[in-house]
């Protein structure tokens, strides 16, 4: 069985700053497969994030978090770091780890939540202006 446990979630003003973890227990293995953080606020569609794969070194982003976010990961303690500078209350959402055996695949393929096999609860984040 495989599990993923988000915490780091918060609230925090705008231009704040937080750092989401993902930690994945069972069987699964961050290592070589395709990690990635979703979020989804009230009355919108979930949307992707960022993901990395280990196996190429790869990572991705959206547009409207790319350059404020970061996304890496810890083998050793089969965990991945979602750092979120310069947050904006559109940045406020529910946001959800989630995993999958195997590459991300290209962008689309990496932020499509359609691909990913196993969730997290989720934890929320709430940014104030």
């Known amino acids: 069985q495989v599990r993923l446990v988000e915490s780091g979630g918060g609230s925090v003003q705008a231009g704040g700053s937080l750092r989401l973890s993902c930690v994945a227990s069972?069987?699964?293995?961050?290592?070589?497969?395709?990690m990635g953080w979703f979020r989804q606020a009230p009355g919108k569609e979930r949307e992707g994030v960022a993901a990395i794969y280990s196996g190429s070194g790869s990572t991705y982003y959206s547009e409207v978090v790319k350059g404020r976010f970061t996304l890496s990961q810890d083998n050793a303690k089969n965990t991945v770091l979602l750092q979120m500078n310069s947050l904006k209350p559109e940045d406020s959402a529910m946001y959800y780890c989630a995993a999958v055996v195997g590459s991300c695949g290209g962008n689309l393929d990496a932020l499509s939540s359609g691909k990913f096999r196993f969730w997290g609860q989720g934890i929320q984040v709430t940014v104030s202006s």
């Open positions: 069972g069987y699964f293995r961050i290592l070589n497969n395709c």
